[in-house]
């Protein structure tokens, strides 16, 4: 009976976690979605209202995940406070590392320059396409490799 037990536990971890993975890079994709949108929101706010990059910030709190996490950071445009930000509106390294490089050039824009913006956006949705093609890809593969592992385990536990 113990068992038995011991079987029905493991399944339902290893199925459970082909499922948590899945939920997961959901959240990263959405969290990357949520960067994009940010970006474009943050360029029309300095390239047309011509706002410095903190009131910009602060005029975009409540639109998206990424400028609340900024402004709760204080708007720091580098070191800990920036990158703890940035994984508190849920991106990854190589999405934040993105961010960062926009945050320190935005400052030092000439009037009409877009250039960072235009990269960042760019570089944002190339990163996106990719890891939803990689979603698109293993989204019902893991649930079925944690069943099957579930399976495999029951069987060798019985």
Do not use: N
Not at 36 to 63: C, D, F, K, Y
Not at 91 to 100: F, G, K, P, S, T
Request: aromatic content about 4%; proline content about 4%; glycine content about 6%.
């Amino acid at each position: 009976m113990l068992k038995q037990l011991g079987a029905c536990l493991v399944s339902l971890a290893l199925g459970a976690l082909g499922f948590w993975w899945i939920a997961r890079e959901h959240a990263r994709l959405d969290a990357l979605e949520d960067a994009l949108r940010a970006v474009r929101l943050l360029r029309a706010q300095v390239e047309h209202l011509r706002l410095p990059l903190p009131e910009a910030v602060e005029s975009l709190r409540g639109q998206c995940r990424l400028a609340d996490a900024l402004w709760e950071a204080s708007c720091p445009l580098g070191g800990e406070a920036l990158e703890t930000a940035l994984r508190a509106a849920g991106l990854q390294r190589d999405a934040a590392q993105i961010v960062q490089a926009l945050l320190r050039a935005v400052p030092t824009l000439p009037a009409g320059e877009t250039g960072p913006f235009d990269s960042a956006q760019e570089q944002l949705r190339e990163l996106r396409d990719l890891k939803r093609a990689a979603l698109d890809q293993s989204a019902a593969l893991y649930p079925r490799l944690g069943l099957l592992a579930a399976f495999a385990a029951l069987v060798l536990l019985l």
